[in-house]
T-cell receptor
């Protein structure tokens, strides 16, 4: 069952422009959301998170937006850099457990 | 910066054999996890471990799997009798109380398990 969905398997963006990665979820019990970045042959690297009590969290070039009514979150990267090229995973958890539920990932390519 | 480490990076085994995957979580973390990613699929939760016992497990984590914290630093995943479908990348993760999030989990580089 796909409780966390990333419907775009890939995204290509020019260097310096904004990258927007989207994520939808179905479980209304999810209250914490995370974005991870993954390079080939490495483990997921934590990027940024947001609690359901907020609608925005910012950390440098990365901003996550949460729309609870739409069960949708997005990660904005501004400005995009070639080193941002990786697979980005959206993950969610609920306060009833510790498991992270991952989406399938979006492969971001930032071209010079 | 502290990180989660895993050994070995690649393990090849014959079907039916037992394997033990090892992890050293971040030293001041209290919660430990195992996930797996079958090639081409999403990362899937297997088990979480806190205070020397399993706190949560998924349907994947059946009787063939077990976890242990044999000493103050290592966290292991044992698969008793491996099957072909156990071939996957296995990730260990840990989390603590830092950075304001209660379960920001930090992942190791993974162990690629190949069952022949």
């Amino acid at each position: 069952d796909q409780q966390v969905k990333q419907n775009s398997p890939s995204l290509s963006v020019q260097e310096g422009r904004i990258s927007i990665l989207n994520c939808d979820y179905t479980n209304s019990m999810f209250d914490y959301f995370l974005w991870y970045k993954k390079y080939p042959a490495e483990g997921p690297t934590f990027l940024i998170s947001i609690s359901s009590i907020k609608d925005k969290n910012e950390d440098g070039r990365f901003t996550v937006f949460l729309n609870k009514s739409a069960k949708h979150l997005s990660l904005h990267i501004v400005p995009s850099q070639p080193g941002d090229s990786a697979v980005y995973f959206c993950a969610a958890s609920s306060n009833s457990g510790y498991a992270l539920n991952f989406g399938k990932g979006t492969s971001l390519l930032v071209t010079p | 910066e502290p990180e989660v480490t895993q050994t070995p990076s690649h393990q090849v085994t014959q079907m039916g054999q037992e394997v033990i995957l090892r992890c050293v979580p971040i030293s001041n973390h209290l919660y430990f996890y195992w996930y797996r990613q079958i090639l081409g699929q999403k990362v899937e939760f297997l088990v979480s471990f806190y205070n020397n016992e399993i706190s949560e497990k998924s349907e994947i984590f059946d009787d063939q799997f077990s976890v242990e914290r044999p000493d103050g630093s290592n966290f292991t995943l044992k698969i008793r009798s491996t099957k072909l479908e156990d071939s996957a990348m296995y990730f260990c993760a840990s989390s603590g109380l830092g950075r304001g999030g209660y379960n920001e989990q930090f992942f190791g580089p993974g162990t690629r398990l190949t069952v022949l």
